[in-house]
Nanobody, 121 residues
């Protein structure tokens, strides 16, 4: 059984900062990719930022230069530092991870329940 537990989020004024954290726990051999998606009412779920076990990172164009993702492979955690927040960043932020139970097994996708971020203008 694997769980992704998010923390952080909340209400902030435009221009402010928030920090989201996600921790994977359970029967884990290795977490490969780990990162964040977001979803707003009426919009499709979109990738915000992703970090691989090898250290590569990928960001949505809309958050480049404002958001920073960092992954701790030893602790199976990922942190998203969000600066210069805009009202259009308001969304439910969902932690995502691909997790191997055992060596040589395919990594499976897991989702957290989400952390709400609200940016007021």
């Amino acid at each position: 059984q694997v769980q992704l537990v998010e923390s952080g989020g909340g209400l902030v004024q435009a221009g402010g900062s928030l920090r989201l954290s996600c921790a994977a726990s359970g029967s884990i051999f290795r977490v490969t990719d780990m990162g964040w998606y977001r979803q707003s009412p009426g919009k499709e779920r979109e990738l915000v930022a992703m970090a691989s076990v090898g250290g590569n990172t990928n960001y949505a164009d809309s958050v480049k230069g404002r958001f920073t993702i960092s992954k701790d492979n030893a602790e199976n955690t990922v942190v998203l530092q969000m600066n210069s927040l805009k009202p259009e960043d308001t969304a439910l932020y969902l932690c995502y991870a691909r997790i191997q139970y055992l060596p040589y097994h395919t990594a499976l996708p897991y989702w957290g329940e989400g952390a709400l971020v609200t940016v007021s203008s």
